[in-house]
């Protein structure tokens, strides 16, 4: 692996924490290592055209971001507003189609896509026609054959109508993942999400209606006032339509999103023991559902393929083109995006200045991350382990000459010394046990490096 020069990003400057000691089992939920939080202005602004000459491009993931939803959920923190006043989608569109043309130029002709994603927000917050357009730019501007790869979309219960589901299906959609959080109404409601069952499960049906292979169905534990009983209630309205993923999310109050009442940083074991209870009470009802357990969050119906993933959790190696203001890209030695933020002035301020842009201020990176050598092993490290399959070493070993014991020893003798590690699957693979992977939330962060923790600790949330 060759580094990216010094100049790309700007130096780390500030101190570098030490790893720091365990304080609780949900300190952040790691989904693509580094978080944007740590990302920085290029001051060089690196031409994308230089940035993918010498990268490998046959297979690559694109991911389409749609920054807007109906509300805000209480637990929030992705970057997406709430509306889209005027015509805003379609100048949003407009901006895609433009950035698209640019990016697609910058790779130069050689590019291949094994797998696509819409993500958000809310893509189906766009209507059919939208989102034929939207497919329109990954096929038409982008050469993704959207038929012949996998295609994940997002939606939300009430924009899963049968037009725009029609629209995906027939464009090649094979996942549809829904945010449902809850089936009990109350529990909606506290987490910030209003929605009734009714509706809820009649966009259920609609989803199962349009032929889409695989439904998602995310849910959330940990919200006021939720038992193992009312728990199982939900997750057995989910089970009801034998979904081939589930999700199970820890919920999380983070800075600046609805739900920030109680202090984020604050401890919280008993909010930390419910989450724990009700995690394993989740993860054991449905492995005697019949499901498989795939990570700390993701459950699958055994029998169902795993699909090519399009999101951040599938693959170690291979590029990723994201589209859209809220979105990232990566190669094998820069991350980048455009600036990120929680807030929603600030977040409506990057959509406005996004959609008026010109094609030529798509043809370069903003903002970004360096992947150097230690930080590509981290992340080799930290997405593979934190999968319930864990990593085999073997692998591990080809890619970088070395073990995960020689690079990261404190790191794993942390987790063997609080029972995270399977030691039954050592020494070929690098695996959690049940209870490490309950912890994922903790080891995860316990991985990143001390860069990447300055980083984060010394970006202003805005
Ligand atoms: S959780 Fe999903 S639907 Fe709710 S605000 Fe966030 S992106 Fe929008």
Not at 63 to 77: A, M
Not at 320 to 332: D, E, V, W
Request: glycine content about 8%; aromatic content about 8%; proline content about 7%.
């Amino acid at each position: 692996m060759t580094t990216a020069p010094r100049s790309l990003a700007e130096p780390v400057t500030e101190a570098a924490p030490t790893t720091p000691p365990y304080t609780s089992p949900y300190e952040s939920y790691v989904y693509a290592y580094p978080h944007k939080t740590a990302y920085r202005p290029l001051h060089d602004r690196p031409l994308l055209r230089d940035l993918w000459a010498a990268e490998p491009q046959g297979a690559l993931s694109l991911y389409l971001h749609i920054p807007f939803c109906e509300v805000r959920c209480g637990f929030c923190n992705l970057f997406t507003r709430i509306g889209a006043p005027g015509d805003m989608t379609s100048a949003y569109l407009d901006a895609l189609e433009r950035q698209s043309t640019a990016v697609r130029d910058a790779l130069q002709g050689d590019a291949r896509f094994a797998a696509a994603a819409f993500g958000g927000g809310t893509p189906t917050f766009l209507g059919a026609r939208e989102l034929s357009r939207l497919c329109d730019i990954a096929e038409l501007r982008m050469g993704a054959d959207l038929r012949a790869v996998p295609l994940s979309v997002e939606t939300s219960p009430s924009t899963a109508t049968a037009d725009r589901l029609g629209v995906l299906a027939e464009r090649g959609a094979t996942r549809i993942s829904i945010g449902v959080q809850s089936f009990i109404e109350a529990e909606a409601r506290a987490a910030v999400r209003p929605q009734s069952p009714d509706e809820v499960a009649a966009a259920l049906h609609r989803i199962r209606e349009s032929g889409v292979p695989v439904l998602n169905i995310d849910l959330i534990y940990g919200i006021d006032g939720q038992t193992e009983r009312s728990w199982q209630r939900s997750l057995d309205a989910a089970l009801a339509w034998r979904p081939e993923e589930l999700y199970l999310y820890p919920l999380y109050v983070r800075p600046l999103t609805g739900l920030a009442r109680r202090d984020p940083g604050a401890p919280d074991p008993e909010w930390d023991a419910q989450r724990l209870r009700l995690h394993r009470h989740g993860r054991d009802h449905l492995l005697a559902a019949g499901y498989e357990q795939v990570s700390m969050r993701m459950f699958r119906l055994r029998g169902t393929a795993a699909p090519v993933s399009g999101d951040d959790h599938a693959c170690q190696t291979d590029g990723m083109i994201g589209l859209g203001c809220g979105a990232r890209s990566y190669t094998s030695r820069l991350h980048y995006a455009f600036d990120y933020a929680v807030g929603m002035r600030e977040i409506r301020s990057i959509i406005d200045d996004y959609i008026s842009r010109p094609a030529s201020a798509f043809a370069h990176a903003e903002f970004g991350w360096e992947m150097t050598e230690d930080e590509a092993r981290r992340r080799h490290l930290l997405q593979s382990v934190l999968q319930a399959e864990g990593m085999a070493t073997a692998d591990y070993r080809a890619r970088f000459g070395s073990s995960p014991a020689d690079d990261f020893p404190e790191e794993l003798a942390r987790c063997a010394d609080r029972g995270w590690l399977d030691t039954a699957a050592a020494p070929e693979r690098l695996r959690l046990s049940a209870e490490g992977l309950a912890h994922s939330d903790a080891v995860g962060p316990m991985l990143f490096s001390p860069a990447v923790r300055a980083r984060m600790a010394a970006y202003g949330l805005k």
